[in-house]
């Protein structure tokens, strides 16, 4: 693939990934910094990655009548979803 400046990685931004991907050499360009862009093998990727965070989904959350919300450091909570006008 070669050397890109910026405003060209980013017009084929997809194409260059497939070649890092393919182990082709790719590199961009900006304000005269060099980057390589190497992709790295996903074999590294761990069994929790891969295990789903609940058993369970209950049909109202699916429906779309409730969500799960983040609440900060306690973790997740249950709650109504907001209607959208």
């Known amino acids: 693939m070669g050397n890109l400046k910026v405003a060209e990685a980013r017009a084929r931004f997809g194409e260059i990934l497939d070649a890092a991907e393919k182990g ?5 360009e900006r304000r005269g910094v060099r980057f390589r862009l190497i992709a790295e093998s996903g074999a590294t990727r761990t069994a929790a990655a891969d295990a789903t ?10 429906s779309g009548q409730w969500t799960w919300r983040t609440d900060g450091a306690r973790g997740v909570k249950f709650a109504a979803r907001r209607k959208q006008r």
């Open 53 to 62: 965070m609940f058993e369970f989904v209950d049909p109202a959350v699916m």
């Open 24 to 28: 082709l050499p790719v590199v961009i």
